[in-house]
């Protein structure tokens, strides 16, 4: 009996070990999202511990841990009729809120879930037990999409874009492009009830830097110019030429995006050498001797685009002398379809009205306050909702057992910007 015990306090204090990080006494629900970032930490080790054992790629491992025991079937309700469908040979699955007498035609998003450009779904089930008398069935995207479709009376059309390693960079902008253009046709608008002066682009993460790039493509076709009525972008990422912003710097170990996690994210969405991770994280990609990134350095100068009560002590790193090599061997750095916050001036002007949600604990939190700014300069009517207990990818996160505070105000939030401008 004693030495159970001895093993079990053993075990325990492992766990407690390998949980505890410090955290800021400002973010929401600290002891919750110190487990909730450790079952991600486990979930990577496992999936590096099967790429190493070539039995599959990391990222497949990890989606498929993620998913779990696979996606949620479209499951209608009396408020909500789902489906799966192909646009133009790209899946989607579409949420139709219950019509109202009164507005015979609904408004519509087009969202575009995040991940990475590698994980997830827009029918995502992260985890699922069934056993007699009990279910625990946790679902992100696809509850996040049935509550919009309720509350705004909208049709979501929610994209299950092509992930890494099965594709790269610019697939993904592909897909979402193609999708969204054939919904955009009068058939389908008219199918769907769909009013077509009321239709928004939305998506959080990589699907916020996806959304964004697809509404400078459409701001520059004559043909869809003025299509999209808003877009709506939460924590997005937008460039990866400066890790080292003042969020980076503060936020280089905070759950559940790490610094290392997301340039390394970059790196696999161009398919790109990892041995380059390490150098683009005291920014040697983009130091004063590459010429190709001279140019682009003043669209993403923080010590301009951000206000001091963000930029506090922090020092911009600007290296002499760098790796030129990574720039020539992934020029997709400096694309802006890619990175939508260094794009010309002009490509900016005429954007629709835009909401873009920030959380103070991300090292993506500076992407959206300078995309902010720059779409200001440019004319665009701007909404920037920062929340200063949030992190990266709180919105999701509103139902048990990983249900935060700030996930349900964030999503609150979102859903009346929405509302009152859509």
């Known amino acids: 009996m004693r030495s159970s015990c001895v093993v079990l306090t053993a075990l325990v204090a492992l766990a407690a070990y390998y949980i505890y990080i410090p955290l800021p006494g400002s973010v929401s629900d600290p002891w919750k999202l110190m487990v909730l970032d450790a079952t991600f930490r486990s979930a990577q080790q496992v999936s590096n511990l099967i790429h190493y054992l070539g039995l599959s790629h990391h990222l497949l491992a990890l989606n498929f841990i993620i998913v779990s025991f696979g996606k949620k079937s479209a499951w209608s309700s009396a408020q909500v009729k789902v489906t799966d469908i192909d646009f133009d040979g790209v899946e989607v699955r579409v949420f139709e809120g219950t019509p109202k007498p009164d507005e015979p035609l609904k408004r519509s998003v087009v969202y575009i879930h995040g991940g990475g450009w590698a994980l997830a779904s827009a029918s995502t089930v992260t985890f699922r037990f069934d056993a007699p008398l009990f279910l625990l069935e946790i679902k992100y995207y696809d509850e996040l999409c049935t509550v919009m479709a ?30 969204t ?134 020092r911009p790193v600007v290296q002499t002398t760098g790796n030129s090599r990574i720039i020539q061997e992934l020029p997709q750095l400096l694309d802006a379809r890619s990175a939508p916050l260094i794009a010309h001036q002009e490509v900016l002007q005429h954007l629709p009205k835009t909401y873009i949600l920030t959380c103070e604990h991300d090292v993506l939190r500076d992407d959206g306050i300078m995309y902010a700014k720059r779409l200001e300069s440019a004319g665009v009517q701007v909404t920037l909702d920062h929340f200063e207990d949030g992190f990266h990818g709180c919105m999701i996160f509103t139902s048990w057992p990983t249900n935060f505070s700030v996930g349900i105000r964030t999503r609150n939030s979102y859903l009346k910007w929405l509302d009152q401008n859509l």
């Open 150 to 179: 309720e509350e705004l009376n909208a049709v979501i059309v929610s994209i299950e874009y092509r992930l890494v390693p099965k594709v790269y960079f610019p697939a993904q902008i592909h897909d979402v492009v193609r999708a």
């Open 181 to 314: 253009k054939y919904f955009l046709q009068p058939e389908v608008l008219q199918k769907y009830s769909v009013d077509p002066g009321r239709i928004g682009i939305s998506g959080d993460s990589a699907g916020g830097n996806l959304a964004a790039a697809l509404s400078q493509q459409f701001n520059q076709d004559a043909n869809l110019k003025n299509k999209l009525k808003v877009q709506a972008l939460i924590y997005p990422v937008l460039q990866a030429l400066d890790f080292n912003t003042p969020s980076y710097q503060q936020n280089v170990n905070t759950p559940i995006l790490p610094r290392y996690v997301m340039v390394k994210y970059w790196v696999d969405y161009f398919k790109g050498n990892h041995d380059f991770i390490q150098a683009m994280i005291v920014n040697n990609h983009t130091s004063l001797d590459v010429e190709e990134a001279a140019a682009l350095r003043a669209r993403l100068n923080w010590t301009s685009l951000l206000p001091t009560s963000i930029t506090k002590n922090y």
